[in-house]
């Protein structure tokens, strides 16, 4: 191995260690992350739908409170089940494993993991918007219909469209990765 060699992979060894740690510190600080959550949606929920909206705490958990238009209040709490936290980890830890491999461009694996985590965090409060206004309007049992199916329906659409586009954006075609180490079409015996 050249010196060059020997800083390259010391470098994605580094960057891979750091999105491990990354990943880790997420999962250790998933309080503080749904508590960010919580504050996002909020205002987001406010912005969309014009409510009465505030962040707050339910019994330790961090929520989203607004008023209806029948001026009742509505809580929705950021559980651990529904914050973004774990898939965001799991992302980390798959860009970990994609920088380790040398044949992957380290600036577009990190370029990808930077989309990839910012769609399941779009995704995740057009989630809770969506339930927010389910509630609001529809009562407590469309909410339920809501947060089991359609959020789950959301949520993987989410986890499926951002895998494409990490993959696509890793390995999109004509790149080196795509067409390394893949015979030509004269190389296949007759």
Do not use: K, Y
């Amino acid at each position: 191995m050249t010196g060059r060699s020997v800083g390259a992979r010391s470098a994605r060894v580094l960057v891979a260690a750091l999105l491990v740690v990354l990943a880790v510190t997420l999962i250790i600080g998933e309080r503080v992350g749904r508590a960010i959550e919580a504050s996002t949606a909020a205002w987001l929920v406010g912005t969309v739908t014009g409510m009465d909206v505030l962040p707050a705490d339910a019994s330790t958990v961090p929520a989203v409170v607004f008023r209806s238009g029948d001026l009742q209040w509505n809580v929705l709490e950021i559980t651990l089940e529904c914050a973004i936290a774990f898939l965001l980890a799991g992302l980390l830890v798959m860009g970990a494993a994609l920088v380790s491999v040398a044949r992957f461009s380290l600036v577009r694996v990190l370029l990808a993991i930077g989309v990839g985590a910012s769609l399941l965090v779009a995704v995740n409060q057009l989630r809770i918007v969506m339930l927010s206004l389910v509630l609001a309007h529809g009562g407590i049992n469309a909410f339920e219909w809501a947060h089991s199916f359609a959020g789950s329906v959301v949520s993987l659409a989410g986890l499926t469209l951002t895998l494409l586009v990490v993959f696509v954006l890793v390995v999109r075609p004509g790149s080196r990765a795509s067409t390394r180490n893949i015979p030509t079409r004269e190389e296949f015996p007759a």
